[in-house]
């Protein structure tokens, strides 16, 4: 619903930024030498280029310049700041360890000071335009709303907190079935007044909220909206029938799609991202931890008890197939560990397992399942075959915790719904959270949750046993 004048704010934004940080760059440059602090001219040759790709690249990754980001002012500006703190991360690294050029901390400080005054210079003014395009200039598209039930009430509501939209109201609203005449079934002589109203008023685009028994009467609708010049924009009013929200996509270019779940991990670049992150995450705790910590965890536990260092059990993955999920030992040899789950003081367990259990250091083998692939860094955790047919039989959206890959740690994990489940309702909170998080995944909220289960395993959790 942008104008051309709000949309082109979009394109400006990337220009007017490369600008202000090449010229904020040359300045700082010749700030630093004007105070007789040198700074080695191939940096001003030849490093300003790496600057402009790492802001770049940094831009692009999150995603201040995609449609999504740059809808609304506040995304704007947290995309900002989280750009200029990568950058000055990164480009100060990459300065670091270039032998050809004289590191200048002084250079670097100029830079980003002035770096951050300007774009917070810069984001004011772009506020300022928009705010007078929008409020002096009156840019905005004029819209208004027919049909008086759920949807077309949430739809309007919405639309009266919109600031590029201006919001003319309701139209035909004095009861549910003004619409059609009811004899007749065409347009009602309401309906067509306000609808000439509100044209001769200026609106543009009319949102009509129909239920799905009245589709087949809407082409009175649509010739008297070509006759009066309004665009029609139809949503139907299935909230009182669907859960909400859903989306419509479409197949083929013509057969309508009603998804009832959202979930980003459908989209595959979203599944990419998250499979990159896994293997690379994954590879760095293999290679830098599990190298040489494997092997002083595999004699202690050998020393306590007999039987293999790792332990195998099938359990739920994706789309419910089994998989093979790795641990380390962390009890004595029993015919019970496939259906029974640990509890508190359990005797089975060993001496270095119980130290093993409350760091969690018992799962760090499960990074081979992740770098393999049936399981992920961050999701649901995954349980034995056993338990994932008792629970779907008594809590109903049990499976749908299934639709992804299960985790090594999850938001449910973090927060505190981990180990025994016998407490009343804990498995129904713990599935909750993981469709919760199944409907909100972002990458970043997958950086929170590891961050917080690091910190969980160094305070220590009551349920860790």
């Not at 104008?3 to 704010?9: I, P």
């Not at 100060?92 to 002035?114: N, P």
């Not at 083998?365 to 349980?383: A, E």
């Amino acid at each position: 619903m942008q104008t051309r004048y709000l949309y082109l704010l979009r394109y400006i934004l990337p220009i007017t930024d490369v600008l202000m940080l090449n010229l904020v760059y040359f300045s700082a440059y010749y700030i630093t030498n004007y105070f007789g602090k040198f700074v080695s001219y191939e940096l001003l040759q030849h490093y300003v280029v790496v600057c402009n790709l790492i802001w770049v690249f940094n831009a692009l990754f999150f995603g201040l310049y995609s449609e999504y980001g740059a809808r609304r002012l506040e995304r704007i500006y947290r995309g900002t700041w989280r750009s200029v703190l990568s950058h000055f991360i990164l480009f100060s690294v990459y300065l670091l360890f270039q032998k050809d050029v004289e590191f200048s901390r002084t250079f670097l400080l100029v830079f980003y000071i002035l770096l951050a005054g300007c774009f917070v210079l810069n984001r004011f003014i772009g506020t300022a335009i928009q705010f007078l395009l929008i409020n002096k200039f009156n840019v905005t598209k004029k819209v208004a709303v027919m049909g008086a039930n759920q949807t077309g009430s949430r739809l309007a509501e919405y639309l009266g907190k919109q600031r590029n939209v201006d919001f003319y109201g309701f139209i035909a609203n004095a009861n549910k079935d003004s619409l059609f005449s009811d004899e007749t079934g065409l347009l009602s002589d309401l309906a067509i007044s306000e609808m000439e109203r509100a044209a001769a008023a200026g609106v543009q685009d009319l949102y009509v909220s129909v239920p799905p028994e009245r589709m087949s009467k809407i082409h009175t609708l649509v010739r008297e909206a070509d006759r009066q010049c309004l665009r029609l924009k139809f949503i139907p009013d299935i909230a009182g029938s669907l859960a909400a929200p859903y989306t419509i996509s479409y197949m083929g270019g013509e057969f309508p799609i009603i998804t009832l779940r959202h979930e980003p991990l459908e989209i595959m670049s979203n599944r990419f991202k998250k499979r990159a992150f896994d293997l690379v995450f994954s590879s760095l705790v293999i290679v830098f931890l599990l190298s040489w910590l494997l092997p002083i965890i595999a004699i202690l536990i050998k020393m306590e008890s007999k039987g293999p260092v790792f332990f195998k059990q099938l359990r739920s993955g994706r789309n419910d197939e089994p998989f093979w999920c790795l641990k380390f030992r962390s009890m004595r040899m029993n015919s019970e560990s496939g259906k029974k789950q640990a509890t508190k003081d359990d005797d089975r367990i060993t001496r270095i397992g119980r130290f093993l259990r409350k760091t969690s250091m018992d799962e760090l083998p499960q990074f081979f399942n992740v770098f393999y692939g049936s399981m992920t860094v961050v999701g649901p955790r995954p349980h034995m075959l056993s338990h994932t047919e008792q629970y779907k039989a008594i809590i109903s959206q049990f499976m749908v915790r299934h639709f992804m890959k299960p985790g090594i740690t999850g938001w449910a994990q973090v927060n505190g719904l981990r180990g025994e489940t016998k407490a009343d309702g804990a498995m129904e909170r713990r599935v909750e959270y993981d469709i919760w998080y199944l409907e909100n995944w972002t990458g970043m909220l997958d950086v929170k949750i590891i961050f917080m289960t690091i910190i969980n395993v160094f305070r220590g959790e009551d349920n860790a046993y």
